[in-house]
């Protein structure tokens, strides 16, 4: 099969080829992650179902070789993950799913912004209180709330979906709660979202959908381009307590 360029959506020269990325001249290479059947294991609703030794592959810190200074600087780490189409039994590909650390001396956590490079996503948001769904298509910008769990789906039945995403490199990335409780309080199947019964209480899914907002630095163009070119519009990933109500009003559609 030929390498698909995603050039234009990352604003970096990427092919992606099968499910590896092909990074082009200039660019710093990122060696993947994979992450594992066995390590899934836990937070599937079918683990004795049929499934492929590797889930999705993380790169961590792309970016150009000339960025890297800057971005380093800015307090910032831009990543894509690559999760190829495949089911698990009748449950989509999807990943473990994780919570952020605090913010020190405040009372909030830290973001995410994801993007979706390739594909379709669904971003599953959950805090306890409420559960947030977003279904993204190639372009759109998800913010992932402080203090909401996220899990990251591949819904799609043939397309290999590839996002790319800011974070603070700071923060350590909790995978204890939705471990211990065999996932999300949602999983997403072929044939629409069962309750997790693990979970006393689950909220109803809430859909919610991914805008641009310049106030958080998220326009049309890639997030890569944008953090790079200005990267004082991304501090709100490592200093979300000063963009609070940004984020109240981020979540009302
Ligand atoms: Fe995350």
């Not at 819904?155 to 999300?184: M, R």
């Not at 641009?212 to 944008?226: A, F, K, V």
Request: glycine share 10%.
């Amino acid at each position: 099969m030929k390498a698909i360029d995603i050039r234009r959506q990352s604003g970096l020269p990427i092919k992606l080829d099968g499910h590896k990325l092909v990074f082009g001249q200039g660019m710093n290479k990122a060696v993947p992650e994979a992450r594992t059947r066995n390590r899934m294991m836990p937070v599937l609703k079918n683990p004795g179902a049929h499934a492929p030794d590797e889930f999705y592959y993380m790169y961590r810190d792309v970016c150009m070789k000339k960025d890297a200074k800057k971005i380093r600087a800015a307090k910032l780490r831009y990543d894509i993950t690559v999760l190829p189409p495949f089911t698990v039994g009748d449950e989509f590909n999807k990943t473990f799913g994780h919570f952020h650390s605090p913010v020190p001396g405040t009372k909030t956590w830290y973001p995410e912004v994801y993007e979706v490079l390739h594909g379709r996503a669904h971003y599953l948001l959950q805090n306890g209180s409420e559960f947030l769904v977003f279904d993204a298509r190639k372009g759109d910008k998800c913010v992932m709330l402080p203090g909401f769990g996220h899990i990251t789906i591949n819904p799609s039945p043939n397309d290999t979906l590839v996002i790319a995403n800011w974070v603070f490199p700071g923060f350590s990335s909790d995978y204890g709660p939705i471990e211990k409780l065999g996932g999300g309080q949602w999983y997403e199947t072929v044939n629409g979202f069962v309750e997790n019964r693990k979970y006393l209480v689950v909220p109803a899914l809430k859909l919610i959908t991914p805008k641009t907002i310049s106030g958080l630095g998220l326009t049309r163009r890639p997030i890569y381009t944008e953090g790079v070119k200005n990267p004082k519009k991304f501090e709100w990933l490592w200093r979300p307590q000063d963009y609070l109500g940004v984020f109240e009003e981020y979540k009302k559609d």
